[in-house]
């Protein structure tokens, strides 16, 4: 499960980044962007150009996620279900908008 933590950090790395894990090792990815991930200003240097105009408090809040996620020792990393909830509070996202709808107007 740790494993699936790492991967989706990695993967909200190259979100953040716009650069991608497959062209390279994803350990490179994660080996460039840790650079960035230690303060608020390195961060906005890990940001792609095309999303620049992204709030900053969710921008450096997803960017500690993925720093969360892509800690080299399994066991510091957050389950996913602590990822979600982090996700959820930061976003100001209510998960009730996403619940399956019965059909029913």
């Known amino acids: 499960m740790s494993d699936d933590v790492y991967s ?3 993967l909200l790395l190259e ?3 716009g650069k ?3 062209n390279e090792n994803p350990g490179k990815i994660v ?4 650079q960035f ?18 709030v900053p408090v969710e921008l450096y809040a997803v960017c500690e996620i993925a720093r969360l996620c ?13 990822v979600l909830f982090m996700l959820v509070q930061s976003l100001g996202i209510g998960l009730e908008q ?6 029913s107007a």
Not at 39 to 53: G, H, P
Not at 98 to 103: H, K, M
Request: charged share 20%.
């Open 70 to 82: 892509i800690q080299a020792e399994a066991a510091s990393r957050p389950s996913m279900e602590e």
């Open 8 to 10: 989706f950090g990695v």
């Open 98 to 103: 996403y619940a399956p709808s019965n059909g």
């Open 15 to 17: 979100l953040i980044s």
């Open 37 to 54: 991930l230690q303060s608020r200003e390195q961060m906005a240097i890990l940001v792609d150009a095309n999303i620049k105009n992204v």
């Open 20 to 22: 991608s894990a497959f």
């Open 31 to 34: 080996e460039w962007a840790s």
